[in-house]
């Protein structure tokens, strides 16, 4: 399994988003909330309010689901960060491998059950 950490610029952007990772079975979940950023764009300070998100997606799906993410952001530069989960409960990593029974991957997560 791995965490994807993505932000969005609109509520109704994230939640289609959402809902088509999931539909299309490239994740098992995703959660996202209302954000507020300060940034630099070129030589200007920006705030503005976003959405962040973090995906579970199991490892094979992991290139799908990055694509596709790029085509469903409307930023010109979006953020796709993925992250290794150092550790699993593994009836969850069960269920997030569960979208798509092709997609097993070995649990190699220290304590995963701890």
């Not at 490239?26 to 995906?55: H, Q, R, T």
């Not at 490892?59 to 796709?80: C, F, G, M, T, W």
Request: proline letters at 5%; glycine letters at 2%; one cysteine or more.
């Amino acid at each position: 399994m791995r965490l994807i950490y993505t932000v969005f610029g609109f509520p109704e952007e994230a939640r289609s988003a959402a809902k088509v990772l999931i539909e299309s079975k490239l994740a098992a979940c995703a959660n996202y909330w209302p954000i507020k950023s300060m940034f630099y764009m070129g030589d200007s300070f920006k705030e503005k309010d976003e959405v962040s998100m973090l995906i579970k997606v199991p490892v094979k799906r992991l290139d799908e689901a990055r694509k596709k993410l790029r085509e469903l952001n409307s930023y010109q530069v979006p953020s796709i960060i993925v992250l290794k989960p150092e550790s699993v409960n593994n009836n969850y990593l069960k269920w997030v491998q569960s979208v798509d029974p092709k997609a097993e991957e070995q649990n190699n997560y220290d304590g995963a059950d701890k």
